[in-house]
Nanobody, 119 residues
Framework: QVQLVESGGGSVQAGGSLRLSCAAS????????MGWYRQAPGNQRDLVAT???????NYVDSVKGRFAISRDNAKKVVYLQMNDLKPEDTAVYYC?????????????WGQGTQVTVSS
């Protein structure tokens, strides 16, 4: 099993910055892809950014140039640096980790952290 602990959410004014962190622990063999998703009330959970073990990144168009995802494989932590935040970024942000547990690949989700951006 894998446990994910998120931190770094909060309330900021438009144009501000936040840095989200997600730390993984458990009896997994290896962590493959890691990523961040977000969900606003009444909406589906959408992909924000992903990063592979080799460091390849992918972003939704609306955050390109503003957000940056990174990971520390030794510490088993994934980060999301969010700059120039906009009210449209307001949502609950969830960390997702793809990991091998008992030779089986599964996706695991963090508890979610609220990000609120005021205009």
């Amino acid at each position: 099993q894998v446990q994910l602990v998120e931190s770094g959410g909060g309330s900021v004014q438009a144009g501000g910055s936040l840095r989200l962190s997600c730390a993984a622990s458990g009896r997994f063999s290896v962590i493959n892809a890691m990523g961040w998703y977000r969900q606003a009330p009444g909406n589906q959970r959408d992909l924000v950014a992903t990063i592979t073990r080799s460091g390849y990144t992918n972003y939704v168009d609306s955050v390109k140039g503003r957000f940056a995802i990174s990971r520390d494989n030794a510490k088993k932590v994934v980060y999301l640096q969010m700059n120039d935040l906009k009210p449209e970024d307001t949502a609950v942000y969830y960390c997702k980790v793809s990991a091998l547990v008992d030779s089986r690949g599964n996706d695991y989700w963090g508890q979610g952290t609220q990000v609120t951006v005021s205009s």
